[in-house]
């Protein structure tokens, strides 16, 4: 029994290894394929160009791990950036009030979405979507055009490199690995991230338990749109501009580094690792196609799009014989 | 006619499914007078018709078509998130095929080019359709592959150029007039009809419905459910193709990017709007093919009055939830008993339970 | 008298709409006993069980805690009060592990943070306190069912070890493991702790009860000391024999029976299925009716599953008209002739959304296929025709199904197969909770059809009602098809529930 336990342990980490599998394999054949694709900084870049999508992957992992999908992620990162740049730009607003509005609002609204999906039982999916064409609607309500932003604050978080030796990172980074961990702890060590995931192994075994199943779906759709918030407020320093056209399709990226991350659709397994080596491999594409030179960039989503048939058919087979 | 056989009558119709879209549709167009008095004119000019309606059912018809396969898909359950990305490619290989050809202007090649993309079509939608009914991956999460994927490919075959076709066979799908009207609105009118005999002078109709309502039951009374599944996503699929033969003959153009952008959103607000229920079913295509033109007048709409195009997406969004809200059985459940609570000051009981055991 | 009850119910009532579920029922729980709560399909035992771990508010009556008045608001106070529950379907997280399942919501932390080393360390102790050697940091979908249910049993005493409701926890154990059950149970007993144990097992409520509640119809039938009451009593009490007056309604004399000659339609030798039914050898003829009676959850309905296909069989043969035959799904079966009418008409019969048409023509529509429609004249005539025949109210075919009452729902289910000319009828409760009127039309039903030649066999908890139309009865038993009697005319009542009680051949 002892034997079968460990199997069964070790099938649930099957797409969490072909992942890391994945990440060093490509790394390697990088390095011998391209000239200057072997070093720290090609790391580093990998997080400073892919910090805002890192933050909604994190929100992203939180609402699949409970059974759930948001797809309402990429507009409000743009409905972050948008109010941002408005607030800041056009009514002179400082950055430091502007910043923690912006992520009260994604919080505020992500929590309704979990409350409407909760209490009146309607697929996430559909309430996401909801809220997906209100952010963006709500854009272009703004403006129409792109605003930029030349607030002195922001330029200056878009260029501060953080040395680290000979290499650097940029705040935008840092910020989203420190939430990676800040998410870890409340994922692993916190009673509501022990719901969460019991949320996602059996929501009707978690109600019959006595946990308070409410507070915890609308509090991962509330942590989502946080991140989502965040991540827009991060997009902001690197794009040093609001638009209600940045980030489409931001939440098919946040979803498939989740799914390639190892963490189950159905809910109720997965970890914060995997969805931090998913975003790498995303990244890890794009690398590799722009070093290639020849490719062009649609091979990303192609790329993607079969990588994610590969995990969510693994899953599938995963799951399948579990039962 | 007596007061009683004018109620009922009244009753009958506002009961009937298509009542609340069609009137809906309705307001939204006498709306419109309001703010162009010769909305509702329509004039023949030069062998053909113009006006306002005839650009909403123009317009609209791409739309039309890709709501139609997503009926029957959301019919059995499901979900087609792929539809988009599927109308890119179906564009994207025709005008390829057609700008590549010696002869662009020559039916021969607008109908190999029309074949390419539809059996392509067909190869996507049976792939849908396996993962969904034969793996058992949740319609969502299979067709979100091709989402994902499909947008690349359909750039991948215009190299990322918007590919532009002179050729006047083409041109007649989406773009050109017969018999006076807009071909677009004839074929789609075709489709639609095509696909009402489909379901509902064959069987297909019914045990779509039964599979959607209770796949349990349906299982138990011989029904195979699974080729019926794989069948609606192949039929959603070409459906979809057609519409992106539509959307690129109309401009002439393939664009891989742009094509068909956030249609599988409109498609399904269009079903949803028609009173087909997200959770399978009964469907409605008079319903949907309403839904798909409310959303379409509402798109005008707003264009006229001088809002921002864009906005648009905020009044869907409403119209999503409360369409949603209205049939969630937990929204009306309390709507319920919100109502039994102000009659009487008693504190209620939860919901009577579901599987309640009946004495013998 | 012993020392003051932990537990005490006092005319508890709860109605549904249509329905008392329970009328008055008295219930005492003693601290250090194994109480059964036995009951037919609808005595109320569930509903009682949900009543006390506050899945349902009571609509009257007195729960008291050692003494103390309580009212139980929810599943988290009656957990908060001392109550929990093992359900037969382990409601655990299965992709969390052991430690955390017996530990989620009341975590041990240290600085607001869950302290895992102390969590292990603790769940190890408590596993081993009822000798269950697991590691504790595997998920639990990693060990078998049974172990799943001693993780939930030692979550529920660890929670709160006052009162202990199993609710069937031994329906998918094995003997070995309903044996580990039981160990645990007695030490949990001898500690003082209050069990209340609901299983359809007789001899296991024999083997492992103090004492044991009755309820029938939602009312107390009365409270007994298991050695007092023989398994015999027990099932009459159970049963009950009010349903004399039901005799009147089949024209009072039992039907002639017919010789049992000729070619058996189906032959089932040794069927089985792992979990649901062990071997069971049937053969069934062209006009015969075959009774199965036994108590709920005895394996009737599991039985008559593998026959058409619903589940799958693992072990012995069937033969159809002589020809052995695998039935891979219910199409197959219908494709040779059988019909099958399941007891749960909402969930595994109708589809409520469509019309009374539409669920009418649906079998055969599918036999069909979807290219060969029936017409709509002919879907009118097949409706209009039944709706007359079997009576079906409202007479509209364009009705929706979900709006008809249990009886025309039930009608509806049987035109469904009747239209298909089946050879074999299966039909399992066709005439729980629906009036008596359409109950007696059904049974005439089903002595006409077997008349014009078709086979039957049919499943019902109504002795009665079984003997009445069937030819044979065979009786089930634990899963297990312990006899089948000739209903020869001197079979009676008293006979089968001896029979489902003893488990004899007699």
């Known amino acids: 029994m002892n034997a079968h336990a460990l199997l069964t342990r070790l099938r649930g980490q099957i797409p969490l290894l072909v992942t890391a599998v994945l990440l060093v394999s490509m790394f390697s054949v990088g390095s011998v394929q391209y000239e200057g694709f072997f070093s720290g900084q090609v790391v580093l870049n990998l997080l400073i160009d892919n910090a805002f999508l890192l933050v909604v992957a994190v929100g992203m992992t939180f609402v699949v791990l409970t059974g759930g999908i948001d797809l309402s992620v990429g507009a409000v990162v743009a409905l972050s950036t948008m109010v941002s740049a408005w607030l800041v730009e056009q009514h002179g607003w400082p950055p430091l009030l502007v910043i923690p509005l912006v992520l009260l609002m994604g919080t505020a609204g992500g929590w309704l979405m979990g409350w409407i999906i909760h209490v009146f039982e309607i697929q996430p999916f559909i309430v996401t979507l909801a809220g997906m064409f209100l952010a963006r609607g709500l854009c272009y309500t703004i403006s129409v055009e792109s605003i930029s932003i030349t607030d002195p604050q922001y330029t200056a978080m878009a260029q501060t490199r953080i040395p680290l030796g000979d290499l650097f990172v940029s705040p935008s980074a840092l910020i989203a690995l420190l939430l990676v961990a800040a998410g870890f702890v409340v994922l692993h060590y916190t009673r509501f991230g022990r719901n969460v995931y019991a949320l996602g192994g059996s929501e009707q075994s978690a109600l019959l338990m006595g946990l308070p199943v409410q507070r915890t779906k609308t509090g991962v759709y509330a942590i989502s749109g946080f991140c989502s918030a965040l991540g827009g407020v991060l997009l902001t320093f690197y794009m040093l501009s609001g638009y209600g056209l940045h980030a489409v399709g931001l939440e098919l990226d946040a979803i498939a580094a989740v799914v390639i991350g190892g963490t189950l659709l159905t809910g109720g397994s997965g970890y914060l690792l995997g969805t931090l080596l998913g975003v790498l491999v995303l990244g890890l594409i794009q690398t590799v196609i722009s070093f290639q030179g020849t490719l062009s960039s649609w091979w990303t989503r192609i790329v993607i799009g079969a990588l994610l048939f590969v995990f969510i058919v693994l899953q599938r087979l995963i799951t399948a014989r579990r039962r | 006619m007596s007061t009683a056989t004018t109620a009922s009558t009244v009753k009958a119709v506002t009961r009937s499914r298509l009542f609340w879209p069609a009137a809906v549709l309705a307001v939204l167009l006498v709306a419109n007078l309001a703010f162009t008095p010769d909305f509702f004119a329509v004039r023949l000019q030069g062998g053909h018709l113009y006006g306002s309606l005839i650009d909403i059912l123009h317009f609209g018809a791409p739309l039309i078509l890709v709501s139609l396969g997503m009926t029957l898909v959301i019919a059995t359950g499901g979900i087609d998130l792929s539809v988009g990305s599927t109308v890119a490619i179906s564009g994207a290989l025709a005008c390829l095929h057609i700008s590549e050809s010696t002869d662009p202007g020559s039916l021969a090649t607008v109908l190999t080019a029309v074949g390419i993309a539809l059996g392509t079509a067909l190869v996507l939608g049976v792939v849908n359709g396996l993962l969904v009914a034969r793996v058992g991956v949740q319609p969502i999460i299979a067709t979100l592959i091709l989402m994902v994927a499909g947008r690349g490919v359909a750039q991948l075959i215009t190299d990322g150029q918007i590919i532009t076709v002179t050729s006047d066979p083409y041109k007649m799908i989406g773009g050109g007039y017969w018999l006076t009207m807009p071909f677009a609105i004839l074929l789609s009118a075709l489709v639609v009809l095509a696909t009402v005999l489909l379901t509902r002078s064959t069987a297909l109709g019914l045990l779509l419905e039964s599979v959607g309502g209770n796949p349990v039951a349906s299982r138990l009374v011989g029904i195979r459910a699974m080729r019926l599944v794989a069948l609606v996503y192949v039929f959603s699929a070409l459906c979809a193709a057609l519409a992106g033969l539509m959307v690129s003959s109309n401009v002439s153009a393939a664009d891989g990017n742009n094509a068909g952008l956030w249609i599988e959103l409109d498609a399904i607000l269009a079903v949803v709007l028609g009173g087909t229920s997200l959770n399978g079913g009964r469907f409605s295509i008079g319903g949907t093919v309403l839904g798909a033109l409310i959303i379409q007048t509402l798109s005008t709409t707003v264009y006229t009055i001088g809002i921002p195009p864009e906005t648009t997406l905020v009044f869907k969004a409403f119209v999503v939830i409360a369409v949603c809200l209205i049939q969630s059985p937990a929204f009306r459940a309390k709507l319920a008993a919100r109502a039994a609570r102000t009659r009487r000051t008693t504190r209620p009981h939860p919901a009577a339970p579901t599987n309640r055991e009946v004495g013998a | ?506």
């Not at chain 3, 592990?97 to 969590?119: C, H, K, Q, T």
């Not at chain 3, 009705?399 to 009452?405: F, I, K, Q, T």
């Not at chain 3, 359409?438 to 089903?446: G, H, M, R, S, Y």
């Open chain 3, 1 to 506: 008298m012993r020392q003051q009850p932990v537990l005490e119910v006092r005319g508890i009532r709860k109605e549904f709409p249509g329905v008392v579920a329970l009328d008055g029922v008295d219930f005492r729980l003693y601290p250090g006993e194994v109480h059964a709560l036995m009951g037919e399909n609808g005595a109320g035992k569930s509903t009682l069980i949900k009543v006390l771990t506050g899945v349902y508010q009571s609509d009257g009556g007195e729960v008291e805690l050692a003494g103390e008045p309580v009212r139980i608001a929810g599943p988290l106070q009656a957990q908060q009060a001392g109550i929990s529950t093992v359900y037969q379907e382990v409601n655990l997280c299965p992709n969390l592990s052991v430690a955390e399942n017996v530990f989620i919501g009341r975590e041990p932390r240290r600085f607001g943070l869950i302290d895992w080393a102390a969590m292990r360390r603790r769940a190890t102790e408590l596993v081993r306190g009822i000798d269950l050697d697991i590691d504790v940091s595997a998920p639990l979908n990693s060990y078998s069912i049974a172990v799943q249910q001693l993780v939930a049993i030692v979550r529920a005493v660890d929670v709160s070890a006052k009162v202990l409701i199993l609710d069937e926890p031994t329906s998918s154990l094995d003997r070995d493991e309903v044996r580990q059950l039981f160990t645990v149970m007695r030490r949990l007993r001898d500690q003082g702790v209050a069990i209340l144990f609901v299983s359809h097992f007789l001899d296991q409520v024999y083997e492992i009860c103090d004492r044991m509640t009755v309820l029938r119809n939602g009312r107390l039938e009365g409270e007994y000391l298991t050695s007092e009451l023989d398994q015999v009593a027990l099932v009459s009490r159970m049963i009950g024999a009010e349903l004399a007056g039901l005799d009147q309604l089949g024209g009072g004399k039992r039907r002639e029976r017919t010789a049992r000659t000729g070619k058996a339609f189906l032959q089932a030798d040794r069927l089985t299925r792992r979990g649901a039914v062990e071997p069971y050898d049937l053969d069934i003829r062209p006009g015969e009716v075959i009774g199965l009676a036994g108590l709920l959850g005895s394996g009737r309905t599991e039985a008559a599953r593998l026959l058409f296909g619903a589940d799958q069989s693992d072990g012995g043969t069937l033969r159809i008209e002589g020809a052995v035959t695998t039935l891979r799904s219910p199409r197959d079966a219908i494709a040779r002739g059988i019909a099958f009418c399941s007891e749960n008409r909402k969930t595994e019969g109708l589809v409520g959304e469509l019309t009374v048409r539409e669920n009418i023509v649906l079998a055969l529509q599918a036999a069909r296929g979807w290219t060969r429609p029936l017409s709509r004249t002919a879907q009118d005539a097949y409706a209009l025709k039944w709706i007359r025949a079997l009576d079906i109210r409202p007479g509209n075919p364009e009705a929706l199904v979900r709006n008809l009452s249990g009886g025309n729902q039930q009608k509806v289910l049987l035109a469904r197969w009747l239209i298909t000319d089946p050879k074999l009828l299966i039909l399992d409760e066709p005439t729980r909770g629906i009036d008596i009127g359409a109950k007696a039309e059904i049974q005439k039903l089903v002595a006409n059809l077997a008349e014009d030649g078709m086979a039957v066999l049919f499943i019902s908890a109504e002795l009665e009602e079984v003997l009445r139309l069937s030819h044979r009865v065979g009786v089930l038993r634990d899963h297990r098809m312990v006899a089948q009697l000739d209903n020869d005319g001197e079979l009676t009542p008293e006979r089968v529930m001896a029979t489902i009680a003893s488990g004899a051949h007699q």
